[in-house]
């Protein structure tokens, strides 16, 4: 019996050009890589960082409809956010995205040009067909910036 059922569900899976560890789990695998990420802050208070993401062919068209975000300095969280995308993308075409996220932050600022170290993750919400995916991306860089926050030990900026 099992044999049967096992046979079915491969046969149902050929049928359908689907592979089972999308089937089975859709969000463990990702297509999305971060390229990189920088920093600025041109004011006392305000920044703004530039994430980039590539997003390879899923073998389908995809619509790329947002993405929420974090960003830590050191182990410590800094900035979260959501921005809303449109971008359509086909089947073999490999997505190149550059977005600005800007940030505000109490007025204390590191003197000069300091070594930050970055972590930013999040999921890329994308839309396959009628299926809903949100994909989990995350990277660490270190960037040199002027007139960074500055992080007090023990607490938040």
Excluded: N, Y
Excluded at 32 to 38: C, E, L, P, R, Y
Excluded at 86 to 104: I, K, Y
Excluded at 129 to 136: A, D
């Amino acid at each position: 019996m099992r044999a049967r059922c096992g046979a079915a569900l491969l046969g149902a899976l050929a049928l359908w050009g689907c592979r089972a560890p999308e089937l089975l789990s859709p969000e463990v695998r990702t297509p999305v890589t971060v390229q990189g990420v920088s920093a600025e802050f041109p004011a006392d208070g305000r920044g703004r960082f530039a994430l980039s993401l590539s997003v390879a062919p899923v073998g389908r068209p995809v619509a790329l409809s947002g993405v929420d975000w974090e960003i830590w300095i050191g182990e410590r969280w800094f900035a979260a956010g959501v921005k809303p995308l449109s971008r359509e993308v086909a089947r073999d075409e490999t997505a190149q995205l550059v977005m600005d996220l800007p940030v505000a932050f109490d007025q204390r600022v590191a003197p000069g040009p300091v070594q930050l170290p970055l972590r930013v993750r999040g999921r890329l919400h994308a839309q396959l067909g009628s299926e809903e995916r949100r994909w989990p991306f995350e990277g660490r860089f270190t960037v040199t910036a002027d007139g960074a926050p500055r992080l007090e030990p023990g607490g938040r900026e």
